[in-house]
């Protein structure tokens, strides 16, 4: 069971620059995020999904684009790469949504290991 | 909108020491909580998640406690160990919506 997978785990690009982000979870989770992770500033949504062919906008998603074409994967796409955009980005999962009252709600989070992003 | 605050920002302890981190939240309207361990260059490990109609939750030397009504949460270790240095963050989830509000952690150092 290998839980959240996140590719690349490193990657330098050029301002201007596109790449994508791909993150794959194997745990049926109807719920699928994107953060970025900055220095003292914490973890800060970027976008997510609450099912397969559906996406949402978060704290923070000017810049990003992001597919959920299936259940299991959750891209995140850069069209042209800032130096603002230089981050860690971590993708989650979740079974269910916690910030609605569920009956029975014992799942939390589980995040991927990350993507140290620089943009030069 | 929800700020969390997680205080103190670092901490160093001898081993074997017992300790507490601290978290508070503002709004105190949530459902649950959840506290994450990250190291170095990782991901977030989840710890413990604590439904708002618990007190406690506890995972072998780790025990959480919420109370809502003060906007406070406590993770306590018991006998740490310097395999326990790590950053711990508290998080908790936006009512009604899918966000979670992340503390900026305490980065604990189990000194051996």
């Known amino acids: 069971n290998a839980g959240v997978t996140q590719t690349p785990k490193f990657r330098v690009l050029k301002t201007g620059q596109s790449m994508t982000l791909l993150c794959a979870q194997d745990?049926?989770?109807?719920?699928m995020y994107w953060y970025r992770q900055d220095p003292g500033m914490g973890l800060r949504l970027i976008h997510y999904s609450v099912g397969e062919g559906t996406t949402a906008k978060g704290e923070v998603p000017d810049g990003y684009n992001v597919s959920r074409l299936k259940k299991q994967n959750f891209l995140l796409g850069l069209e042209s790469a800032a130096p603002s955009q230089t981050s860690v980005y971590f993708c989650?999962?979740?079974?269910?949504?916690?910030?609605?009252?569920?009956?029975?709600?014992?799942?939390?989070?589980?995040f991927g290991s990350g993507t140290r992003l620089t943009v030069v | 909108k929800q700020e969390v605050t997680q205080i103190p920002a670092a901490l160093s302890v001898p081993e074997g020491e017992n300790l507490v981190l601290n978290c508070s939240f503002t709004d105190s309207a949530i459902y649950n909580l959840q506290w994450f361990r990250q190291d170095p260059g990782k991901g977030l490990t989840s710890l413990l998640l604590i439904q708002s109609s618990q007190r406690e939750q506890t995972s072998g030397r780790l025990n959480a406690s919420l109370d809502k009504s003060s906007g406070r949460s406590t993770l306590y270790i018991a006998a740490s160990q310097p395999g326990d240095s790590a950053t711990y963050l508290c998080a908790v989830p936006q009512t009604g919506a899918n966000n979670l509000f992340f503390g900026t952690g305490t980065r604990l150092t189990v000194i051996p």
């Open positions: 989650a999962s979740s079974y269910s949504n916690l910030g609605r009252r569920t009956q029975g709600t014992r799942y939390g989070y589980t």
């Open positions: 745990m049926n989770h109807e719920y």
